[in-house]
């Protein structure tokens, strides 16, 4: 569900069924026992960011998605959803749970507010690095990098790869040579990331230390507890927001038990659920699953769109991406 990636034929079709009773006819036909998963990140992002991957929505698109979700759909808190999953319970019709991933601070200054008036539960699955540290994802450090680069033209070297020539003149090329060198680093181990990293800020003449933390946010303690003890789950996404099947499983141990037992002493209450960072398929492993079982989690969500239902594998949850798309595109995708 992203604006980006919708023609004006498709915006017209969408706005034509959202006006007419055919939509609630779909709804009516969708299969029952069918659970949606949404999946937010950031809903105030600096443009630079924006532009880069898709992974926000706009504050006027979420109020409008969440208004219509409260009026045509049963939204069920995390544990209804655990319940149906693990004792293969039915769902109610039309389910639809929410989630949003990494933890920014606008969680809790406009979904949260929002979502309170209406009584709607939510999920937030924090990097809990970066809440404690107050430090951004490494991917939007790099974004953070790429615009504020020096150097426009750069070829950035790494050890036994091939070198990536970057233009990064105009705000499109800035976007295409963010999304070329995020794509790199998704490769590589969290720890030959951490010295790519500091490389590519080198050779784009930024300081290494540079964070747009500011232009971005993430949520304090107090105000995950404030949202904990509202009713939010508080799920992890990892430490640090590596890649998992690119970690050592001795670093995937670290990454999920860690989180786990931060948010645990920090909220004096079980983390039972896990957002796996990136989430695609090929981002996990067989290994990834069986330690996070083994840590206690009983759910790992994935950010890949799919029907939830009771028998699916909880530890191969699927989720749908929600981007910035006018509401009438996001009630045809939810129908
Ligand atoms: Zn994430």
Known sequence: MQ???????QLVYHRMLFSTGILALKRKLRP?????????????????????????????????????????????????????????????????????????????NIAYPRMKALGLPGTVFLTTESVTCQRSIWTNRLYGFI????????????????????????????????????????????????????????ALGVDPQFDPIEQLPMLSWDQVSILHREGFTIGSHTVTHPILSMCSEERQWMELSESKQEIETRLNAPCRVLAYPNGQTGDTSDATRAIAKECGYEAGFRFTAGPVRSGTDPFDTPRHPVFEVPVASFAVALA
């Open 147 to 202: 615009e504020a680069a020096a150097n426009r033209k750069v070829i950035l070297e790494f050890d036994g790869r091939k070198p990536l020539a970057l233009d990064l003149t105009d705000a499109h090329s800035r976007m295409s040579g963010a999304l070329a060198v995020c794509g790199l680093l998704k490769t590589m181990s969290p720890e030959e990331r951490q010295t790519a990293l500091h490389a590519v800020a080198r």
């Open 32 to 108: 029952r026992n069918t659970i949606t998963v949404l999946a937010y990140h950031t809903l105030e992002s600096p443009r630079f960011l924006r532009n880069v991957l898709g992974i926000h929505s706009s504050e006027a698109d979420f109020n409008a998605q969440i208004d219509y979700i409260a009026s045509h759909h049963a939204v069920l808190s995390m544990s209804e959803l655990l319940s149906i999953l693990s004792f293969r319970m039915s769902a109610p019709e039309n389910a639809v749970v929410i989630t949003f991933d990494d933890g920014y601070a606008d969680v809790y």
């Open 3 to 9: 604006r980006g990636r919708l023609n004006m034929v």
